[in-house]
């Protein structure tokens, strides 16, 4: 059974950069996903981007592009996500999920993390 | 950037109601890739149906997805009370994936 481990709660201040990440642990597919989803105090779901590690391959909703990086390191089945240039609008819960091939839907989820943005 | 829409927003029903959740998207979403996740208060979504019509494991069988193209449906048989939560529709047949607002699912 997977399961997704998620770094702690951050504070920051506007202006400054924040890394959350995201460990896999249990059996994983070779083909599998990982996704960052945020979910702003009160508000739905918001995509934020995906990373396919076997395939090297980064996928980022345009609102994002620039201030968001994902990367994956595979020996330690952990994948990071990197946000810059933090307002308080970033103010939020951000989730990683894992679908076991692109083409199924996200079903394992971590607890998240708590992201506060203030100065 | 494929948009969902998600109708109603608020759904108010009783246990052992049939609900019926709408996803609407702005374009044709490739080989139905819809998913539906539910959301109870202070807890990570869930995925209840993947490629529009397929149940997750260990989801209940009084859950169904269904449609093609740009309308999609939730049905959830007989609500029982752990039911009463947000649902979120979400394509990934288009890169950038997207999500519905939400539809929030109350006790009448």
């Known amino acids: 059974q997977v399961q997704l481990e998620q770094s702690g709660a951050e504070v920051k201040k506007p202006g400054s950069s924040v890394r959350v990440s995201c460990k896999a642990s249990g059996d994983t597919s070779r083909s599998h996903t990982i996704t960052w989803v945020r979910q702003a105090p009160g508000q739905g779901l918001e995509w934020m981007g995906r990373s396919i590690p076997s395939l090297g391959l980064q996928d980022y909703a345009r609102k994002f592009q620039g201030r968001v990086t994902i990367t994956a390191d595979t020996p330690s089945s952990t994948v990071y996500m990197d946000l810059r240039g933090l307002t308080s609008a970033d103010t939020a819960i951000y989730f990683c999920?894992?679908?076991?091939?692109?083409?199924?839907?996200?079903?394992?989820w971590g607890r998240g993390t708590t992201v506060i943005v203030s100065s | 950037e494929i948009v969902l829409t998600q109708s109603p927003g608020t759904l108010s029903l009783s246990p052992g109601d049939r609900a019926t959740l709408s996803c609407r998207a702005s374009q044709s979403i490739s080989s139905g890739y819809v998913a539906w996740y539910r959301q109870k208060p202070g807890q990570s979504p869930t995925l209840l149906i993947s490629d529009a019509s397929t149940r997750a494991a260990g989801v209940p069988d009084r859950f169904s997805g269904s449609g093609s193209g740009t309308d999609f449906t939730l049905t959830i048989s007989r609500l029982e009370p752990e039911d009463f939560a947000v649902y979120y529709c979400q394509q990934y047949g288009s890169m950038p994936a997207s999500f519905g607002q939400g539809t929030k699912l109350d006790i009448k």
């Open positions: 999920a894992r679908s076991h091939d692109p083409s199924y839907g996200m079903d394992v």
